[in-house]
């Protein structure tokens, strides 16, 4: 299962930050602290999986946001790979374009599209026209 | 879709737009204060706010929050927002509620309340937020309350697609939550049926909340198989065009099938045959695809139909009924393997672990043990070495490790002999990470040793027991040293006897076969015991072993008897037993027919040389070389000069021994060696006397060799006074002799003997006329050789002109060559050219520097650079900086640069733990200098432990920065306090480098263990380590001063270059104090693959196919530093026979040369 999701930049300042498990709030300041410590110094030619802890952090880097999956280490790599980017798919489609401008004013619209795609830990809805037509029903919603 | 930037709420916006252009940290606090006073006053205040304007505000307390500041008001309000009918203000109130409430909140009642008034609502929008919120807090109250309502929810007819997908998730969350909450039996077979839904999506989210569900209770469950497995088929067999919304880049819904496979691994293969053979189709059809060209170039594709790849192989190994699927599983793996994608190659890596290291039970796959399955055990575990080999960065993670030592318990005995070789690949990079496998293989080897040829069966290779097994096996071992515990290391020793008593016994077969296999296992084991050498009785035995082995008959085992007993030779212990087979060994060098036996001969004589036999051995190889094949007469050459120069407690022996060298082999003597021996009489007065006369008689035998010329004239030019007395070997007659050889000689010759002559006129006044006209003569004064003519030149001005006391100042007799020269002869190289002058005769500098050389200078300011076959050659270019050097040439300088390096050897770091401690603590695991020279060439690691404290450290580089976590854990069962790790530099250090650490809480918890960060910039370049001072309190005041492992090569950073890039790099770097050489023992063994890793490690790039000797390392790297950038360029010689190297860096920076050099040389 997915323990917590990150949205962090290259400066260390998180975007988003999803959390599966009960972590105390000092607990989950550290693990933001490690993860961006273990995710940033890693090379384009590395693997995008990295051993964290007793669990793996599957990522991807976008222009300068890292998007990181932490999840059991004997879960499957690729499908956690791929649902970050079915999910940035869906932030781009969404905010038309999506930088990271768009993920601070728009924070509380993140979630809801996360909370979308991913619920309690595992993934919910991969159809991306599926959660667009969601999100379009709450945006006009008011 | 309408963009979704710029509407919303503008007073949020603008807020955010002022934090974001707040300057500084403080001024961001003071607008975020500023908005806390006026949200409390909006929230305070009598006006009631309308639902926009909570919002608003509940959101900017939610957006203060995320930026990491404490919110303590405002819950209130958030609750309220729930009960709204406006979805954006039950949104943000939900939102609210899962970001910030714990689930003891006093307001948790009101919450579930609303939750509860949502839940029943006709609006499946309000429903499906509830729903969500109950996910993301997932309480045990939530649980009791909701656990019985959500199920409903889920299989009700009436309820939405969005709505079941939440409910599946949502109940997910409530069972991990509570435990022992199960949905009633009634629900069981309606939920599995949600696997059939139309909507992928409600399937996609419950086959999660059915996985965890068949964990608990699988049988009640099972039914969900069947209706997996034809789920699976239709995706499987779908066409991309079939599943539209589902469909990822080409790969019907992955994500869906990927928790089919996952789900379908809870349980064993299924027995229905029809539901199995439809399962069988769908892996085949997953594996078949995999060899289609792929329908796009996206990666997302490809991951995509990888993830489904690699879950169905998952699949099959968790089966362990299909061998066919297996074998094909296994071929996709090895595909992988060589994939360009690092991605690819590490998840391959990953399943090939599990592949190696499962257990395969089933019957039909029993039935195919033999044939297949250990086969394909064997060849993952191969493969993975294999791997490994081509890189190195790459290593299985932790988890694996036990698992991959255990296979050398593994029945089938082709998989032990697989996996050993892989194990020992995996020991060489972490040793004490794999430990375990050494009691392992031991008790493994116990078996087979102890097995009767017909215990094994297959396995037994003309009636011996699994020879080859037995040989890898002792090869582990000595990667290590005698194990620790004494039931082990007993065990150890019980099998090395036996397969010493194996050795007595009559041979079962007189078959080749038999002897070769049995002896190998011997010799395996004679190694390790050499390699252990810890036990005398057995080393004995072993030396006994191997003398009856060198009267064998056969060729081969003589050859080999000689190649080991060189080990032997080098133990304490076995020394003397190895002496007793001298007569053996020199019968051997005269009579045996096979030039590699009796170089392996010679080989063994150097090795088992010392005081009391030096004289014979080295009489014997003198009147060996004589005959001895051309091939190994330089080696020999140098052996004897080194033995010779070792062991002489008489030098006129020695000079004896150099000047028959030359006389029997003169084609053969290095310059090295004939510097050397003139450097030993220079330096021995008692000697000189007695080489002149020596070197005045050699010169008379008809047929002279030209280095003896050489010696000859500059020990004449030296000494040839002190036997001129004698009427037989007067100045005229020194002169004519030499002088008789002058035309035989080449040019670099003539030129040392024109220095002997001019010389001469100094010694032997009385002669000026006679060694004038030699100048004189047309051959000389017009030579068409530049050196000599202007040697000639200069003498003859000099003679005439100079006073007889200038001239005797000039032309004083050599100094003493200086004990340690190279040093002292960079400073002098520099100097040199402001020397032009002749004035400074007198000088303390000048004198050091008297030698012919000085001469020339002192006679025409033109420096003189063609010096190459000159003596002076001696100084200019010592005989190690000639990178072209045969590696054999080392051994000599080792002789010479003895003091040298062991004084450079006290240079590792002495602060000794043991002794600050107080006395609690007496069994220290690894001390402190242990930690750090392992991590040199590594970046994590244990840095130090005792009974108290184990200290890790786990650090990461770029550049010219880098970041350095140390974990303290405390092992003991109370509390450390007042713990407070200092870090300092000295005031050098703090120059080079700047280090920031963040501190740490003053207490750690029994068993716990801290964290603290330290960031690191390197400056400049650095030599010394900062300090590490660790105090805490515990049983009283503790103190631990340590070393932090921070050493230059930390910022070192690999390149690559071409042959030609390297060489003409190398050659710029010429410059004696650019380069720093150290030449040195093995301190450990000479695996190449190891070395390898130590470099990488170090940081080095490794060059391959660069050097011409492919046993050469070559390798490139850059320091980074803030101030500059240091090339380094690296050459490591080894020489396998001495087990020596020789380490030679070159950079632009003198300094960095040297620190790269002295932190290498510990790592070999």
Redesign the interface.
């Given at each position: 299962m997915i323990r917590f999701i990150l949205i962090q930049n290259r400066a260390g300042k998180?975007r988003l930050?999803k959390w599966y498990m009960?972590f105390d709030d000092d607990e989950k300041?550290k693990l933001i602290e490690e993860v961006h410590?273990v995710v940033t110094?890693r090379d384009a030619?590395?693997?995008?999986?990295v051993?964290f802890r007793n669990f793996k952090i599957v990522y991807r880097r976008y222009a300068g946001l890292y998007f990181c999956i932490c999840v059991d280490?004997n879960d499957?790599?690729?499908?956690y790979?791929?649902?970050i980017?079915?999910f940035v798919e869906v932030l781009n489609?969404?905010?038309?374009n999506v930088c990271e401008l768009?993920l601070?004013?728009?924070?509380?619209?993140v979630?809801?599209v996360v909370?979308e795609m991913f619920?309690?830990?595992?993934?919910?809805?991969?159809?991306?026209?599926?959660v667009?037509k969601?999100l379009?029903?709450?945006?006009s919603?008011? | 879709m309408p963009a979704v930037r710029g509407d919303g709420m503008r007073g949020l916006a603008v807020f955010i737009s002022d934090i974001r252009n707040c300057k500084s940290k403080e001024a961001e606090i003071k607008r975020i204060n500023k908005e806390l006073a006026n949200i409390r006053n909006k929230f305070k205040g009598d006006k009631t706010l309308d639902g926009y304007q909570k919002k608003k505000y509940v959101c900017k307390l939610l957006f203060i929050f995320l930026l990491g500041h404490d919110i303590d008001f405002g819950h209130m309000e958030a609750v309220n927002l729930l009960s709204s009918n406006k979805y954006s203000e039950k949104q943000i109130g939900y939102l609210f509620i899962s970001v910030l409430m714990n689930a003891n909140n006093d307001l948790m009642k009101l919450i579930i309340q609303s939750i509860k008034n949502d839940l029943s609502s006709r609006n499946p929008i309000h429903v499906n937020l509830a729903l969500q919120c109950i996910a993301n807090i997932g309480s045990r109250e939530m649980a009791e309350t909701f656990g019985n309502e959500i199920p409903k929810l889920l299989v009700s007819g009436e309820t939405i697609d969005v709505v079941k997908q939440s409910a599946a998730l949502c109940l997910l969350r409530l069972y991990r939550a509570l435990p022992d909450l199960t949905p009633s039996g009634e629900w069981t077979s309606r939920i599995i049926h949600l696997l059939n839904d139309q909507h992928m999506g409600v399937v996609t989210a419950a086959v999660s909340v059915i996985n965890s569900l068949v964990n608990r209770s699988p049988d009640e469950y099972k039914g969900c198989v069947s209706l997996a497995v034809s789920r699976l088929s239709r995706i499987v067999t779908a066409s991309y065009t079939d599943l539209q919304d589902y469909t990822y880049y080409f790969v019907p819904a992955p994500w869906l099938s990927v928790k089919l496979l996952r789900l379908l691994q809870n349980y064993p293969p299924p027995d229905d045959p029809g539901v199995r053979g439809r399962l069988n189709e769908c892996l085949e059809t997953i594996l078949n695809k995999a060899q289609e060209p792929p329908k796009s170039k996206k990666v997302q594709h490809s991951n995509a139909k990888n993830a489904i790849l690699f879950e169905a192989i998952s699949l099959i190994i968790h089966m362990d009924s299909e061998p066919n699927l297996l074998v094909r599983a296994c071929n996709q793996l090895g595909q992988f393997l060589q994939h360009r994608e690092t991605n690819l190659r590490y998840l391959a890596l990953e399943s090939m672990c599990l592949l190696a290291t499962s257990e395969f039970s089933h019957d039909a796959v029993k039935k195919h043990q033999d044939t297949v399955i250990n086969a394909l055990k064997q060849s993952a575990a191969l493969c993975l070495l294999r791997l490994y080999r081509a890189l190195p960065d790459l290593t299985p993670s932790g988890e694996w490790t036990s698992r991959i030592i255990h296979l050398l318990n593994d029945q089938h005995m082709g998989v032990v002999t697989a996996a050993v070789s892989v194990i020992n690949s995996l020991v060489n990079r972490s040793p004490d990470e794999y430990k375990g496998c050494v009691s392992l293989a031991v008790s493994r080897l116990s078996r087979i040793v102890t097995a009767s040829y017909t215990d094994l069966q297959d396995y037994t290779y003309y009636f011996v027991p699994a020879p080859w097994l037995s040989v890898k096996l002792l090869r582990l071992l000595q990667n290590y040293p005698p194990p620790d515990d004494p039931g082990v290391r007993g065990r150890l020793n019980e099998c090395l006897e036996t397969i010493l008593n194996k050795a007595q016994e009559p041979p079962k077969s007189k078959k080749v076969q038999h002897s070769n296999a049995k002896n190998a296992i011997l010799f395996e084991a004679i190694s390790l015991i050499i390699h252990m050498d810890s036990e005398p009785n057995l080393l004995v035995r072993a030396c006994n072993q191997l003398g009856q082995f060198l009267q064998h008959r056969e060729t081969n085992l003589r050859y080999l008897a000689l190649e080991s007993m060189c080990l032997l030779a080098t133990s304490e212990f076995s020394h003397d037993a190895v002496k007793k087979h001298q007569d053996t060994v020199i019968n051997a060098l005269k009579t045996e027919r096979d030039v590699s036996v009796r170089q392996r001969a010679v080989d063994l004589l150097y090795a088992m040389c010392d005081k009391s036999n030096s004289e014979e051995i080295v009489s014997e190889m003198l009147s060996y070389l004589e005959t001895a094949d051309y091939s190994i007469r330089e080696e020999m050459v140098l052996k004897v000069a080194i033995l010779a120069e070792k062991y002489a407690s008489d030098y006129t022996w020695y000079v004896d021994v150099i000047l028959n060298l030359i006389r029997i082999a003169g084609d053969y003597v290095s310059e090295e060696v004939w510097y050397r021996v003139i450097q030993i009489v220079i330096n021995r007065e008692d000697v000189q006397g007695y080489a002149a006369k020596t070197v005045f008689e050699a010169l008379q035998a008809p047929a002279c060799h030209e280095n003896m010329v050489k010696v000859a004239g500059y020990i004449l030019g030296e000494f040839g006074n002190l036997i001129a007395g004698d009427q037989r070997s007067s100045p005229l007659i020194q002169f004519q002799l030499l002088h008789s050889k002058y035309h035989l000689c080449a040019a670099s010759t003539r030129a040392l003997l024109l220095t002997t002559y001019v010389k001469f006129i100094n010694l032997f006044p009385e002669i000026k006329a006679d060694i004038q006209t030699i100048l004189k003569n047309h051959s000389n004064i017009r030579s068409a050789d530049a050196e000599l003519q202007q040697r000639t030149v200069e003498y003859l001005q000099l003679t005439s002109i100079a006073s007889t006391d200038v001239l005797a100042t000039v032309l004083e007799e050599m100094p003493p060559f200086p004990e340690r020269e190279s040093s002292i002869l960079a400073s002098l190289k520099k100097k040199k050219p402001g020397m032009t002058g002749g004035v400074a005769t007198t000088g303390k500098e000048y004198k050091g520097t008297m030698n012919n050389n000085a001469l020339n200078d002192i006679a025409s300011p033109v420096i003189n650079s063609n010096a190459s076959a000159d003596l002076l050659g001696l100084n200019s270019s010592p005989p190690t900086a000639v990178p072209s050097n045969q590696s054999n040439a080392s051994l000599l300088v080792e002789v010479f640069g003895d003091s040298g390096i062991s004084a450079n050897n006290t240079s590792a770091l002495n602060n000794n733990i043991g002794s600050s401690m107080n006395s609690t603590v007496a069994g220290v695991v690894v001390s402190n200098e242990e930690g750090l020279k392992k991590l040199v060439s590594k970046h994590n690691g244990v840095l130090f432990e005792n009974e108290l404290l184990q200290i890790g450290v786990k650090a990461e580089y770029r550049q010219n920065l880098g970041r350095i976590s140390l974990f303290y854990g405390n092992k003991t069962n109370s509390q450390f306090m007042l713990f407070f790790p200092s870090i300092s530099c000295t005031e050098q250090l703090q120059k080079c480098v700047s280090l920031q650490a963040k501190p740490v809480e003053p207490i750690i918890d029994a068993g716990a263990q801290v964290q603290q960060q330290i960031n690191v910039e390197c400056v400049n370049d650095f030599s010394d380590l900062p300090t590490l001072l660790v105090e805490f309190s515990y049983n009283g005041p503790q103190r631990f001063p340590l070393k932090l492992p921070l050493t230059l090569n930390k910022f070192l950073e690999q390149t690559v270059m071409d042959s030609e890039t390297f060489f003409s790099r190398w050659k710029n770097l010429n410059n004696p104090s650019q380069e720093a050489q150290k030449i040195f023992k093995a301190k450990h063994g000479m695996d190449g693959e190891v070395t390898k890793t130590k470099l990488i490690g170090f940081g080095f790039g490794l060059l391959e196919n660069v050097d011409p000797n492919p046993e050469n390392f070559v390798c490139a790297g850059i320091v980074h530093s803030k101030a500059v950038q240091v090339g380094v360029l690296l050459r490591l010689e080894p020489n396998m026979q001495a087990q020596m190297y020789r380490l030679t860096i070159r950079s632009s920076k003198d300094t960095v040369s040297q620190r790269i050099c002295e932190l290498l040389f510990e790592q070999f």
């Open positions: 998180t930050a009960n300041q410590a110094v030619k590395h693997t995008n999986f051993e280490v499957n790599n690729l499908v790979l791929e649902a980017h079915n489609e969404y905010f038309h768009d601070v004013f728009n924070f509380y619209k979630y809801s909370d619920l309690a830990g595992e993934i919910r809805e991969t159809s991306q026209t599926k667009l969601q379009l029903v709450y945006n919603l008011e | -």
